[in-house]
């Protein structure tokens, strides 16, 4: 009985020709149709029958720079063409299915230098993979990324200067210095001023009309105002004011009234940052995915517009939060 339960994550055959070998999937939902059949939306995975005769070219290049790097031992022209059928090209496309065309499961990996090729042929229905296949753009690439080397990706660092030596580059076009390590105060005092910031920072979205709404209760504007713009305002206004503690405080509260500093989550509503987690949980950080599949049909009023451009610009920063701690904040 278990073995004819399938779930999400589950690689599959499917039968789509009785002439051709299954398509091997991965199920990333089961929904259930208006006529009661079930569907299943899957990843595609590819062999090599698939792709063109160059691209194979090139899967062979670096089959042989993977045996070669990860030191495997010898294997025999049979052992190789073997491999060649239990090899697989991930992709990012997707498609659905009917249920009822699944034909068992079966085992998919990423290939793992760790290991020797001939173990994948000592297992049944197992199969790996190590290049993603893009079939719109026909191309092959690692899945576990690439470290780009040169000028337009790495600084170029400079000797260090001699003592004595004077730094003879232009400053304005060296990176202006947001924070002095060697600054006057102690760890306390900045402490302190910190903890001044978020209150003055809690103050401030009191008088706020707009932030009583979003933040009805004094713990939610407290959680708010203690979110990272809050303490990067802080910690700017005291390399602004040079450390003077007491010129930094008089910064927080202009003559206009406390200052309150805000990011994009704030603007969003408890409802679309769970959904947005959601999105996060379902397809990392794949953003062509999450903005077609969850952005676009949220966003798509004249009142989302902001919100999906801030979605799509500070994608690394919102998934640096806490789990489910956006809509909490």
């Known amino acids: 009985m278990a073995a004819n339960m399938y779930r999400v994550g589950d690689y599959v ?38 792709i063109s005769s160059n691209l194979n070219g090139l899967a062979d290049n670096h089959a042989r720079e ?94 260090k200067l001699a003592e004595g030596e004077s730094d003879t580059r232009n400053q304005l076009k060296m990176e202006t210095k947001v924070w002095d390590p060697d600054n006057p105060l102690t760890d306390r005092q900045i402490d302190q001023f910190l903890v001044v910031a978020r209150a003055v920072g809690t103050f401030a979205r009191a008088l706020d009309c707009s932030s009583s709404i979003r933040q009805p209760s004094l713990h939610m504007s407290a959680a708010a105002a203690s979110r990272d713009i809050t303490l990067f ?36 509503s408890s409802s679309e940052a769970i959904l947005f987690e959601e999105a996060l949980e379902k397809y990392g950080k794949d953003f062509t995915d999450i903005r077609q599949d969850f952005v676009s049909p949220l966003f798509s009023s004249p009142s989302g517009a902001g919100k999906e451009a801030a979605l799509l610009l500070k994608p690394i920063v919102l998934t640096s939060l806490p789990p489910s701690s956006n809509h909490r904040k």
């Open 13 to 50: 055959y499917f039968e789509n020709s009785s002439s051709n070998p299954y398509l091997i999937r991965r199920i990333e939902e089961l929904n259930k149709t208006g006529s009661g059949n079930v569907e299943a939306k899957v990843v595609c995975l590819y062999r090599r029958r698939d």
């Open 66 to 159: 993977f045996e070669e790097d990860s030191k495997q031992p010898q294997l025999v022209d049979q052992e190789r063409h073997q491999l060649k059928h239990r090899e697989l090209f991930l992709s990012r496309q997707f498609e659905s299915l009917p249920a009822t065309h699944i034909r068992g499961k079966c085992n998919v990996a990423l290939l793992n230098e760790t290991e020797k090729l001939s173990e994948y042929l000592d297992r049944e229905d197992c199969f790996y993979y190590s290049l993603v296949f893009d079939p719109l753009q026909k191309t092959l690439i690692a899945d576990q990324g690439e470290i780009r080397v040169g000028p337009k990706y790495q600084a170029d660092i400079p000797d």
């Open 233 to 268: 305002h802080a910690m700017d206004t005291l390399q602004r004011n040079c450390y003077d503690l007491a010129k930094a405080m008089s910064t927080l509260v202009p003559q206009g009234g406390p200052v309150l500093c805000r990011d994009e989550m704030e603007e969003w």
